[in-house]
T-cell receptor, first 115, second 111 residues
Framework: GAVVSQHPSRVICKSGTSVKIECRSLDFQATTMFWYRQFPKQSLMLMATSNEGSKATYEQGVEKDKFLINHASLTLSTLTVTSAHPEDSSFYIC???????????FGQGTRLTVV | LAKTTQPISMDSYEGQEVNITCSHNNIATNDYITWYQQFPSQGPRFIIQGYKTKVTNEVASLFIPADRKSSTLSLPRVSLSDTAVYYCLVGASAGGFKTIFGAGTRLFVKA
């Protein structure tokens, strides 16, 4: 299947700082990318949907000023957690689709720990 | 988006066939059914997708009855490495398919 790469796989940051996570589609052009967060023993929670060249659509309850999403090209989307706090510690996962009639492929996830 | 219901957990033994059923009573006409597998601290991995009847690939089969209100993922001869969480998703492939995850089924394969 298609390859989606996330970077970094793990990051530890201090409270109050910002962290950027990258999601790249390596062998296809992703018109749509999704960002999720997952807490231990829980399912994935969709945070936002981003389409290349347009603003992301955030799910209810997700602060768009805190979780900045940029999808500037067909192969790269970034999620920036601004002014991170310990409660933002989680597993963040991205996925990408080549088109509306294709399945989504997922990155390997990023473990964020805010201390 | 159609809501899905799966068993929370299942146990099996190596070499057995495992069937995980997902209920999706309000599936829409243009909805597809997709199953993903997730190991701890990894992103989900696509297993199989179908619309109706039966779909088979190298790792699994997906059975969908005529009314499409449920589906069954069948894993033949599971091994310890199949221990994972399995998610059933239902959504339209056309016109903006948001991949929404339900609770999933935690499969534990024992030796």
């Amino acid at each position: 299947g298609a390859v989606v790469s996330q970077h970094p796989s793990r990051v530890i940051c201090k409270s109050g700082t910002s962290v950027k996570i990258e999601c790249r589609s390596l062998d296809f052009q992703a018109t749509t990318m999704f960002w999720y967060r997952q807490f231990p023993k829980q399912s994935l929670m969709l945070m936002a949907t981003s389409n290349e060249g347009s603003k992301a659509t955030y799910e209810q309850g997700v602060e768009k000023d805190k979780f900045l999403i940029n999808h500037a090209s067909l192969t790269l989307s970034t999620l920036t957690v601004t002014s991170a706090h310990p409660e933002d510690s989680s597993f963040y996962i991205c996925s990408a689709r080549a088109g509306t009639n294709t399945e989504a492929f997922f990155g390997q996830g990023t473990r964020l720990t805010v201390v | 988006l159609a809501k899905t219901t799966q068993p929370i957990s299942m146990d099996s033994y190596e070499g057995q066939e495992v069937n995980i059923t997902c209920s999706h009573n309000n599936i829409a006409t243009n909805d597809y059914i997709t199953w993903y597998q997730q190991f701890p601290s990894q992103g989900p991995r696509f297993i199989i997708q179908g619309y109706k009847t039966k779909v088979t690939n190298e790792v699994a089969s997906l059975f969908i009855p005529a009314d499409r209100k449920s589906s069954t993922l069948s894993l033949p001869r599971v091994s310890l490495s199949d221990t994972a969480v399995y998610y059933c998703l239902v959504g339209a492939s056309a016109g903006g398919f948001k991949t929404i995850f339900g609770a999933g089924t935690r499969l534990f394969v024992k030796a």
